[in-house]
C-alpha cells in the first residue's frame, strides 16, 4: 500500500544531478516556465475530487531501465511517500527579512531573559602580544611567519587598534540587542550563559532575499555556520552501537522541535525529515589533515550525547513545501549571481538535554494561495516521462565505466520555483522528486548518500533543477 507522508520524513538527503528546467522531448532544451501559463494548466486539468484515485498512483513504483550501450542503468523499487491532503493547493511565496521585533523574540527564546555579551575575537592581551610580534619581524628581529613584509604595516596597525578598543581578559560587554552594519552586512552577535550552559545566537540581514540567517547553538554541537552532525547511518558498525544510536525516541526529539516552533511562533511548519545523529569534533574534520571517511573516525573524536536533526518547511493548506539538502543559489552564469534567492531552511538539534543547535536561513513571508486545487497530471504520465528523461539527464555515464541509479523513494510535495532572472518571489508548484542513490562500478563499495534524481513538475511535466531553482 502507497504510504502517506506523516511529520517526519527519515532519510539522508544529497545534491541533484539536474542541469536545467527542461522540457520532456529527447532534447533536453532549457525552458523558463511561464507562471500565469503554469497556473492555468493547474487550474483546467482533470476531475481530481478522488485525488490519488485520479492521479492513479500505484502501490510502489518498479522497473528497469538501460542506456544505449548498456553503461547506464536504472532499477527502482520505491516507495510512494503523498501528503495527508485532500486537495493540492498552489501558491506564491516571497523572501522575509528579519526585523527588531524578530531579534526580541530570538533574544527572549534563546537567551531568557539572561544578559546578552559581544563576542570576543581577540583580548586587549592577546591582540598586544600578536602586535609585538609583527614588531618584532618588522625590526628583524624573529624570522617572517604568516605574513609578508608588505603586509606588516598593515597588521601593526590593525593589532594596535585592537590594543585600544579590546576587552580586557575575563571582562563581559554586553552586546547590542538591535542590528549593526559591520561594513559587509548587518548583525546582532552574542553570547551568553542559560542554565549554566554557554550559548551564542547570531543574526545576520543582507537585506532583500540574500543570505539572512539566524543561529543559536550551544558548544561544542555547532557554529555560525553550521551544525556538527554525522547521520548516524554513514558509519555503520564502525562505530559501537550505543555511541550511534541516541538513548531517547525520535517521538522525544519530534516534541522538542515542535515546542520550539511553538515557542518562536513558527505556526505553520511542520518536520519534514528527522533522522539520528552523532556529533563530531569540527577540529577532526578542519585540522588540516587527511582524516579519512566518517566510517575511519577514531570514537574519541565524537562528542558525547548523540542525538536527533529535524528539518522543518512551511506549509501552505498543511501541504508541506518539501525539505531538500540542495539551497537553490546554483546560477548558469556569473551575471546571474544578482538573483541567487536559496530556499528556506530550518533546522534544529537535539540532545536528551535539549536543544542544541537552530538555524533558519533564507526565511519566507506565509505563502498565498493560488489554487486550493491544483490540476495534476496522472502518475503513469509522470512515470514514463522519468523513464525518458532520466537517461538523458545522464547520458554522460554512458561514457564511463558504468553507472547504476536505484530508486527508492518516489515523493509528491509542493517546491519554490523562481523565474531565472528574479530574486525574492517564487511560485510553489506541486512537484514529484525521485530519490536514490548511485553505484559507480569503478568505486564500488563506496558510501553515497541518497539524492534527488530528478524532479518533474506534477503540472505539466516538465523537469526543473532544483539547485537552480527553476
Same mark, same amino acid.
Given at each position: 500500500?502507497?504510504?502517506?507522508? @506523516?511529520?517526519?520524513? =527519515? ?14 522531448p ?28 485520479? $492521479?492513479?498512483?500505484?502501490?510502489? #513504483?518498479?522497473?528497469?531501465?538501460t ?35 524578530? $531579534?526580541?523574540?530570538?533574544?527572549? +527564546?534563546?537567551?531568557?531573559? !539572561? ?7 581577540i ?6 602580544e600578536? &602586535?609585538?610580534? /609583527? ?5 628583524g628581529?624573529?624570522? &617572517?611567519?604568516? =605574513? ?14 585592537a ?53 543559536? #547553538? ?8 553550521? %551544525? ?16 550511534? #544510536?541516541?538513548?531517547f @525516541?525520535?517521538d ?9 516552533m =511553538?515557542?518562536l511562533?513558527?505556526?505553520?511548519v511542520i ?16 585540522g ?7 566510517a ?41 549571481h544578482?538573483? +541567487?534567492? @536559496? ?11 535539549? +536543544?542544541?543547535y537552530? %538555524? ?15 490540476? $495534476?497530471? @496522472? ?15 545522464? %547520458?554522460y !555515464? ?11 523513494r ?21 512537484v514529484?522528486? /525521485? ?8 568505486? %564500488? ?15 505539466d ?10
Amino acid at each position: 500500500m502507497k504510504k502517506t507522508i @506523516s511529520l517526519v520524513l =527519515a532519510g539522508v538527503l544529497a545534491l541533484g544531478l539536474l542541469t536545467g528546467c527542461e522540457d520532456t522531448p529527447d532534447t533536453p532544451a532549457v525552458i523558463i516556465k511561464d507562471q500565469e501559463q503554469m497556473l492555468e494548466t493547474a487550474a483546467n486539468g482533470r476531475e481530481n475530487s478522488a485525488l490519488f484515485a485520479s $492521479l492513479e498512483v500505484p502501490d510502489r #513504483f518498479t522497473g528497469e531501465w538501460t542506456g544505449l550501450n548498456g553503461k547506464l542503468k536504472v532499477k527502482a523499487d520505491a516507495e510512494i511517500l503523498l501528503p495527508n491532503a485532500d486537495k493540492i493547493p498552489t501558491g506564491r511565496v516571497t523572501a522575509r527579512e528579519f526585523t527588531q521585533d524578530d $531579534l526580541d523574540n530570538f533574544l527572549r +527564546v534563546f537567551l531568557k531573559g !539572561q544578559p546578552y555579551y559581544e563576542e570576543v575575537p581577540i583580548t586587549k592581551q592577546k591582540a598586544q602580544e600578536m &602586535l609585538e610580534r /609583527f614588531q618584532a619581524m618588522q625590526r628583524g628581529e624573529i624570522p &617572517l611567519e604568516g =605574513a609578508s613584509y608588505e603586509d606588516l604595516p598593515d597588521l601593526i596597525e590593525q593589532y594596535a587598534e585592537a590594543v585600544r578598543t579590546a576587552p580586557d581578559e575575563n571582562e563581559l560587554r554586553l552586546a547590542p540587542t538591535s542590528f549593526v552594519d559591520n561594513g559587509y552586512f548587518s548583525e546582532m552577535n552574542g553570547w551568553g550563559t542559560v542554565d549554566g550552559k554557554e550559548v551564542h545566537l547570531n543574526v545576520i540581514h543582507w537585506g532583500d532575499a540574500g543570505m539572512n540567517k539566524t543561529a543559536f #547553538f550551544i558548544p561544542p554541537y555547532g557554529d555560525w555556520n553550521e %551544525s556538527y552532525v554525522i547521520p548516524a547511518d554513514h558509519v555503520g558498525d564502525a562505530l559501537p552501537h550505543e555511541r550511534i #544510536f541516541p538513548a531517547f @525516541s525520535a517521538d522525544d526529539a519530534l516534541r522538542m522541535g515542535d515546542a520550539l516552533m =511553538a515557542e518562536l511562533g513558527l505556526d505553520n511548519v511542520i518536520c519534514d525529515r528527522l533522522q539520528p545523529v552523532f556529533f563530531y569534533n569540527h577540529h577532526y574534520l578542519y585540522g588540516g589533515e587527511d582524516r579519512g571517511g566518517w566510517a575511519d573516525m577514531d570514537p574519541d573524536e565524537l562528542i558525547e550525547g548523540c542525538g536527533y536533526q529535524l528539518q522543518y518547511v512551511r506549509c501552505v493548506n498543511g501541504f508541506p513545501i518539501s525539505y531538500t539538502r540542495e539551497q537553490g543559489n546554483a546560477v548558469e552564469h556569473e551575471a546571474d549571481h544578482d538573483a +541567487v534567492w @536559496s530556499y528556506e531552511q530550518i533546522e534544529v538539534c537535539v540532545t536528551a538535554d535539549g +536543544v542544541v543547535y537552530f %538555524s533558519w536561513e533564507s526565511p519566507y513571508n506565509e505563502p498565498t494561495v493560488e489554487l486550493e486545487d491544483t490540476q $495534476l497530471m @496522472s502518475f503513469p504520465e509522470i512515470t514514463d516521462i522519468f523513464q525518458r528523461m532520466i537517461m538523458v539527464k545522464n %547520458s554522460y !555515464q554512458e561514457a564511463g565505466n558504468g553507472t547504476t541509479y536505484y530508486v527508492d523513494r518516489v515523493h509528491l510535495g509542493l517546491m519554490r520555483i523562481k523565474a531565472k532572472d528574479t530574486r525574492g518571489e517564487g511560485l510553489l508548484v506541486p512537484v514529484w522528486d /525521485f530519490w536514490g542513490t548511485k553505484d559507480f562500478a569503478a568505486d %564500488s563499495g563506496e558510501f553515497v548518500d541518497e539524492q534527488i534524481l530528478l524532479t518533474i513538475n506534477a503540472i505539466d511535466g516538465t523537469v526543473i533543477d532544483r539547485n537552480l531553482g527553476y
